[in-house]
């Protein structure tokens, strides 16, 4: 029985199984190369899958938030009025034309300026609009009671003198601390603070205007300028004194010192 298997195996294909061979040779290939396909990953489907990942993003932020598809997130080019202001170009105005931006006039948007730099906050007709809690600083540049607090006396843009609400007073002459300082090393110290203070003023202007450039409600436009695109300068130029509230809060040496008493004799316990 085994010879006869044996010679079945060995015995040469007739015509009709060389045809049969021959036609099945194409169907093999084919299955062949469906296989090498289906193991690899396409471009196609890459794009297939993020596709999908951006349509599953979108639809679980609107779920989660309820009006919105972007996770709350509104970039300037999503805002129709964003998106025209930059398409005309930066705003520049000067000062007396800034004023116009007050919310007063139903036609023109609602301007303030912080640090020669003007946002719309037109959206806010309720806090920058007339009647608003924050009506003062519309149609002018105000940093500087942005740093001070004084929104009577210091609605302007000019920082000069402003570093001095974060300088102590010298109120601890009869110290023995002070009394054994030479003058020398007094004027140092003076000099440090008074860079520390521009530092301090400088952070302050930063973190608003920060605070208005990363607003999802508010935007920039542009800039302050000159009528003949100089510096702008107030109080023509001379330094300008600390309103009450920012003298009020400024330092005294006298409790820095007992500050740092207190911690040098809890840092030795």
């Keep these: 029985m085994t010879d006869l298997r044996q010679r079945a195996k060995n015995r040469p294909l007739g015509k009709a199984g060389i045809d049969r061979q021959e ?17 690899t990953i396409s471009v196609l489907d890459i794009f297939r899958f993020l596709c999908l990942i951006l349509i599953a993003s979108l639809g679980l932020s609107y779920f989660l938030t309820g009006d919105s598809i972007t996770w ?18 930066p705003v520049l105005l000067t000062p007396s034309e800034l004023s116009l931006y007050n919310g007063t006039s139903p036609d023109l948007p609602i301007y303030i300026s912080v640090n020669h730099t003007i946002y719309d906050v037109s959206a806010s007709p309720h806090l920058y609009g007339p009647g608003g809690g924050y009506s003062f600083f ?3 540049d105000a940093t500087r009671a942005f740093i001070t607090g004084c929104f009577q006396d210091d609605l302007t843009s000019d920082l000069s003198g402003v570093e001095e609400m974060f300088i102590p007073i ?3 002459d009869e110290s023995e601390a002070e009394q054994g300082m030479t003058r020398a090393e007094k004027k140092m110290r003076r000099e440090r603070e ?23 409600k508010y935007f920039s436009v542009g800039r302050v300028v000159t009528e003949d695109g100089g510096k702008i300068e107030e109080n023509g130029g001379k330094k300008r004194e600390l309103c009450d509230e920012a003298k009020k809060g400024r330092p005294k040496r006298s409790k820095l010192r007992e500050e740092k008493e207190k911690k040098a004799k809890k840092k030795a316990n």
Excluded: C
């Design 23 to 39: 036609s099945s040779e194409p169907l093999r290939k084919q299955i062949r190369a469906y296989d090498e396909e289906s193991n």
């Design 72 to 89: 709350g997130f509104k970039p300037w080019f999503t805002r129709w009025s964003v998106l025209v202001r930059r398409l005309r170009g």
């Design 138 to 140: 519309a149609g002018r």
């Design 170 to 172: 010298e109120d601890d």
């Design 194 to 216: 008074m860079r520390e203070a521009k530092s301090m003023v400088e952070k302050q202007v930063k973190h608003w205007v920060q605070f208005y450039e990363k607003s999802h």
